[in-house]
């Protein structure tokens, strides 16, 4: 036993000084997860603000003006045109200048005042029209949504009129008041550099040996097939949990996400991830005869897998049969348990089922890939 364990650490120290001789190895441990995790940060958000605003005005009246003022008060519209044609409408959203277009009709604040003086009973009140480009259907949504309840809240409010509503809502988020896509996205990112640079460097290694040749030589050492699975994939999964924590007090330093969980528990699941992570990389380095081919593999493999994750759309709004198939994505439930520690502050008997089936799925991904490489050096 001491002598496996003395070779699988020979092993080891051998990986860490060929990584850390390569300077763009190093680059790539250290700098790119954190410009990464900085870049998605950044990027990847659903919130939705300062869209840009298309006014055709007929009115030019303190009222219409208002009403414009009222949309831009915010951060949520920006004025980039105006005119009195109802045609540059059309030319501002193909041309892309605009995402939502507002129309005022003639007369639109006598109809208002008309409005106001019936107390909204009976008759015909004052119109405008919204127009939203909907090639991308997120934002158009979202900003139709604020568009409508801004007009309708100062048509009511800003001329004075009050409706009591029927029943009376009170709405509250919870784990995330302010709603920021920001505090959900960013632990979900944690997840995807995890998986993409154990896939890239467990996948990449192996191959390499390949290609120098130098993994005969390793074949033909006294290291068993399981011993030199150890040793090529044990430094990658120190490498990415050094990677996890660095990522971590980067989002919490930098971006301020918030932390209410047990750290040893987002440990664990990062542990159980790595099994699956790290095993599709050795799988793809017994199918790869070239770096080029496995790192074309990785990105391919990577692509489905953070699709179907849940990372950016919602598992449930996806086909049933896409639903069921993502019980076997392992970054799917690591993702549910990030999510859950971070905003949630979850304890593990909430969250059992999520590691369970992680074990599952990890343990079987190393078997079969464990299976597959003994054959390949064999």
Request: charged share 15%.
């Amino acid at each position: 036993m001491r002598e496996k364990l003395e070779r699988i650490g020979g092993l080891i120290r051998k990986e860490f000084k060929q990584l850390f001789r390569d300077e763009r190895m190093r680059r790539m441990i250290f700098v790119s997860p954190i410009l990464q995790l900085i870049i998605f940060g950044y990027a990847v958000s659903t919130d939705v603000r300062h869209v840009s605003l298309f006014v055709v005005d007929h009115d030019h009246t303190q009222a219409s003006r208002a009403l414009v003022e009222a949309l831009t008060a915010g951060d949520y519209f920006r004025v980039v045109g105006r005119s009195d044609r109802t045609a540059d409408i059309a030319d501002a959203l193909d041309n892309g200048r605009a995402t939502v277009a507002l129309q005022i009709p003639p007369h639109y604040a006598r109809d208002l005042q008309a409005a106001i003086a019936r107390g909204f009973q009976g008759g015909e009140g004052a119109h405008v029209q919204v127009v939203v480009d909907g090639t991308n259907s997120n934002v158009a949504t979202i900003a139709l949504g604020y568009a409508e309840q801004i007009i309708r809240t100062h048509g009511l409010g800003q001329l004075g009129v009050t409706i009591t509503p029927p029943v009376d809502l009170r709405e509250r988020a919870w784990f995330n008041p302010a709603l920021v896509s920001r505090n959900y996205n960013i632990p979900a990112v944690i997840g995807t550099i995890m998986l993409m640079m154990s896939l890239m460097l467990t996948s990449l290694a192996v191959v390499r040996e390949r290609e120098l040749g130098t993994l005969e030589q390793l074949m033909v050492s006294p290291l068993t097939p399981g011993e030199l699975i150890a040793g090529k994939t044990i430094p990658f999964g120190i490498i990415a949990l050094f990677d996890l924590v660095v990522i971590t007090a980067v989002a919490l330093a930098w971006f301020h996400i918030p932390f209410l969980g047990q750290a040893p528990l987002l440990m664990l699941a990062a542990f159980l991830f790595l099994l699956s992570a790290l095993g599709m990389g050795l799988l793809i380095s017994t199918v790869s005869n070239t770096q080029q081919e496995a790192f074309l593999t990785t990105f391919f493999t990577m692509l489905p897998v953070m699709m179907l994750s849940g990372f950016m759309f919602p598992v449930t709004s996806m086909p049933k049969a896409f639903q069921w198939f993502t019980l076997l994505n392992p970054l799917r439930h690591y993702l549910e348990i990030v999510r859950a520690v971070f905003l949630k502050g979850a304890g593990f008997s909430a969250l059992w089922p999520q590691f369970a089936t992680l074990a599952g799925v990890g343990f079987a991904v190393v078997a079969l890939a464990a299976s597959r490489f003994h054959k390949t050096v064999q």
